[in-house]
T-cell receptor
Framework: GAGVSQSPSNKVTEKGKDVELRCDPI?????LYWYRQSLGQGLEFLIY????????KSGLPSDRFSAERTGGSVSTLTIQRTQQEDSAVYLC???????????????FGPGTRLTVL | AQSVTQLDSHVSVSEGTPVLLRCNYS??????LFWYVQHPNKGLQLLLK??????LVKGINGFEAEFKKSETSFHLTKPSAHMSDAAEYFC????????????FGSGTRLQVQP
């Protein structure tokens, strides 16, 4: 079946502009995660959605970052007033999140490479 | 909160020789640990995971890892390296019970020489 898809694959923007990154999780997966991979910071967690629960936003680096998940499926990560330090690969993952276990496998998308000039 | 430390940023082996990628974790309880692999220009893929069922965990592509509580280690091994194993490997932990967000180590780049 189809895996996690992300769009666009590459995004180049100018400093100060807003960007939206999209994630389509695997069908039936109730949990969705955003991570960021950058040279300076490595791989870091940003935000997590689980069903209808309030999202875990503890990893968002500033209030310029926000995300939503509509209808329990597609998610959009928005970065407002982009800065050069926002340049990174943004990764989305999804998992079944069945029951209370935290060890279900997270399946990652190919990422969106964001470059802020 | 828990974290993981990958002891080597780069490891180089010859094809056909054993692979050892080292990972230590800090923990106040029994953690959930994973190894992920990232091939160039590809997404992250789960190699294996430890969930306290068995201390020796077998994964895909001949990799395995052993959870050693006394040493707080979760090293990744493979008996014989293949050229296709060249990639970045991440040791990963779920830092807090009840949460699902992954905390990644800094990564180990594995080079396989012919």
């Amino acid at each position: 079946g189809a895996g996690v898809s992300q769009s666009p694959s590459n995004k180049v923007t100018e400093k100060g502009k807003d960007v939206e990154l999209r994630c389509d999780p695997i069908s039936g997966h109730t949990a969705l995660y955003w991570y960021r991979q950058s040279l300076g910071q490595g791989l870091e967690f940003l935000i997590y959605f689980q069903g209808n629960s309030a999202p875990d936003k503890s990893g968002l680096p500033s209030d310029r970052f926000s995300a939503e998940r509509t209808g329990g499926s597609v998610s959009t990560l928005t970065i407002q007033r982009t800065q050069q330090e926002d340049s990174a690969v943004y990764l989305c993952a999804s998992s079944l999140a069945a029951g209370t276990t935290s060890t279900d496998t997270q399946y990652f998308g190919p990422g969106t490479r964001l470059t802020v000039l | 909160a828990q974290s993981v430390t990958q002891l080597d940023s780069h490891v180089s082996v010859s094809e056909g020789t054993p692979v050892l990628l080292r990972c230590n974790y800090s923990s106040s309880y029994s953690p959930s640990l994973f190894w992920y692999v990232q091939h160039p220009n590809k997404g992250l893929q789960l190699l294996l995971k430890y969930t306290s069922a068995a201390t020796l965990v077998k994964g895909i592509n001949g990799f395995e890892a052993e959870f050693k509580k006394s040493e707080t280690s979760f090293h990744l091994t493979k008996p014989s390296a293949h050229m296709s194993d060249a990639a970045e490997y991440f040791c990963v932990v779920i830092p807090d019970t009840g949460r699902r967000a992954l905390t990644f180590g800094s990564g180990t780049r594995l080079q396989v020489q012919p």
